[in-house]
């Protein structure tokens, strides 16, 4: 049974508003909100050499006065860009890291352990991931095509009324 309010209505439209609320993410740690200054890069690379010495994110938090999930997005940045000291001592850090949990589950795994071989699974995920296996391939073409003519693109009938 409609609102009395709408049944009333001679159009027969349901003109009530809708109730909800809008989020708007104003957080400083938005990924519009992060400049890549020189001061960011700064954190970013002291955030690496907190990571490298063991601390946590919360701590790296703590240390440089921010919350855990900018000290985990400073972490983050650095990995990805390369320019920042001490990220690639960190990747081999967590590289054999990833390598001793993978040693470490692998025997039980082949053997056909459920939660093995989930896990290693888990970790071969991770550790293609932080060697970049996942990157997208770079494909460059010249735009030549062989024997130096123009290309030539053939559609049939049925293609053409798409």
Same mark, same amino acid.
Do not use: C, W
């Given at each position: 049974?409609?609102?009395?309010?709408?049944?009333?209505?001679?159009?027969?439209?349901?003109?009530?508003?809708?109730?909800?609320?809008?989020?708007?993410?104003? %957080?400083?740690?938005?990924? +519009?909100?992060?400049?890549?200054?020189? =001061?960011?890069?700064?954190? &970013?690379? @002291?955030? $690496?050499?907190?990571?490298?010495?063991?601390?946590?994110?919360?701590?790296?938090?703590?240390?440089?006065?921010?919350?855990?999930?900018?000290?985990?997005?400073?972490?983050?940045?650095?990995?990805?860009?390369?320019?920042?000291?001490?990220?690639?001592?960190?990747? %081999?850090?967590?590289?054999? +890291?990833?390598?001793?949990?993978?040693? =470490?589950?692998?025997?039980? &795994?082949? @053997?056909? $352990?459920?939660?093995?071989?989930?896990?290693?699974?888990?970790?071969?995920?991770?550790?293609?991931?932080?060697?970049?296996?996942?990157?997208?391939?770079?494909?460059?073409?010249?735009?030549?095509?062989?024997?130096?003519?123009?290309?030539?693109?053939?559609?049939?009938?049925?293609?053409?009324?798409?």
């Amino acid at each position: 049974m409609p609102n009395k309010a709408v049944a009333a209505q001679s159009d027969g439209k349901d003109r009530r508003r809708k109730k909800g609320k809008k989020t708007v993410k104003n %957080s400083s740690t938005s990924p +519009r909100e992060i400049a890549v200054t020189a =001061a960011f890069k700064r954190k &970013a690379e @002291e955030a $690496v050499q907190y990571r490298l010495q063991g601390y946590t994110f919360q701590q790296i938090g703590e240390e440089l006065k921010v919350n855990r999930t900018y000290a985990y997005k400073l972490v983050r940045y650095a990995m990805e860009s390369q320019p920042i000291e001490g990220v690639e001592e960190l990747r %081999s850090l967590m590289a054999a +890291r990833l390598e001793m949990m993978l040693t =470490a589950t692998l025997a039980d &795994a082949f @053997e056909g $352990v459920g939660e093995s071989m989930d896990q290693a699974r888990r970790t071969m995920e991770f550790q293609a991931k932080l060697l970049g296996l996942y990157a997208p391939q770079k494909v460059e073409h010249s735009g030549e095509v062989a024997g130096g003519a123009q290309p030539v693109f053939v559609i049939s009938a049925a293609d053409a009324k798409l």
